[in-house]
């Protein structure tokens, strides 16, 4: 099926990737060998093979157990909790949050993933639209991307001012400490992925009949933008990871380990009632760490 793109990319590009220049044809159904062969291991994932099914779905099933034991926890308590998630396109944001809230009653837990601002809401304070979604009492809100977009994305494609980036990265750190004092809990997840995984995962979409409506022009663009994404990833991470708000870093190469670690940090990370440890087993540290010195 050939499912035209907004963009014409008919002529096959050249991209740097990994230091070295690669002839990329996204519209050939055939995933080119230097993609296939190292997809998995980009970016020194620590893994040589993907985490076997069985596995991944025993451990899936006992992490959404404890979920929904953690959420009958909050409907009791009134306790909030906020999960941001971030990463490059195609890190697996939607996939994973999607997981967390596979079971978890839809009235309580709530996604949020804005459109572009509007005109009106480019003229109000920069957090104001999202201050608009943050949980009630006893309510589990997962982020979609979030205020980080001014942290990366905004930055790179030009759609803000150096000034308006700088300010957000000295507002941040106050505006989140606001959110902890106020007695929410902050999780802060950058799912890191490598540049040959996120160039198999779109050619992915570009030739799936389900999920090429993903493939966009941003993803077009930021093919050719993986070191200003990494330049103000980098920057983003060391200004606004803080001790009342670290930044978890998760590698994401794999997708049901990254799962999987997010799930578990969450539930390792909040003392609810009925918390079984064992069933949530311990943090995989070659998968999952703190800030920008995980990633070096």
């Keep these: 099926m050939n499912i035209p793109l907004d963009k014409d990319l008919a002529e096959p590009v050249e991209l740097k990737v990994d230091g070295k220049k690669r002839v990329f044809d996204i519209d050939d159904p055939k995933l080119p060998g230097w993609i296939e062969d190292n997809a998995l291991t980009a970016d020194g ?41 971030e990463g490059r396109d195609a890190a697996g944001k939607g996939g994973t949050i999607s997981r967390i809230r596979a079971y978890m009653n839809p009235r309580t837990a709530r ?11 480019m003229g109000q304070w920069y957090f104001q639209r999202y201050v608009a979604h943050f949980p009630t009492s006893g309510e589990f809100v997962t982020f ?27 507002e941040v750190p106050n505006f989140e400490q606001a959110l902890v004092n106020d007695g929410i809990s902050l999780f802060k997840f950058w799912l890191n992925i490598g540049q040959v995984t996120q160039l198999e995962r779109f050619h992915d ?12 022009p941003i993803d077009i663009e930021g093919m050719f933008k993986w070191d200003d994404y990494t330049h103000y990833r980098d920057i983003m991470l060391e200004r606004t990871h803080t001790e009342h708000a670290p930044w978890t870093v998760v590698k994401a190469n794999d997708k049901r380990r990254a799962r999987i670690a997010v799930i578990r940090h969450i539930l390792l990370s909040v003392d609810y009632d009925g918390r079984d440890k064992d069933a949530i087993g311990k943090e995989d540290g070659k998968i999952v760490g703190k800030g920008l010195d995980f990633l070096k």
């Excluded at 389900?210 to 966009?216: H, I, P, R, V």
Aim: net charge positive; charged share 35%.
């Design 144 to 170: 979609d991307r979030s205020w980080y977009n001014r942290g990366v994305v905004e930055p790179v494609m030009g759609f803000c001012t150096p000034e308006q980036h700088e300010r957000f990265l000295q």
């Design 45 to 85: 994932y620590p893994y040589d093979d993907r985490m076997d099914r069985k596995k991944y779905e025993k451990q899936l099933e006992d992490l959404q157990l404890e979920l929904v034991k953690l959420q009958a926890w909050q409907k009791k308590s009134g306790h909030r909790i906020m999960a941001l998630f």
């Design 111 to 121: 996604n949020v993933a804005l459109p572009k601002p509007t005109e009106a809401e």
């Design 205 to 216: 979409r570009r030739h799936s009949r389900l999920k090429y409506w993903k493939f966009s």
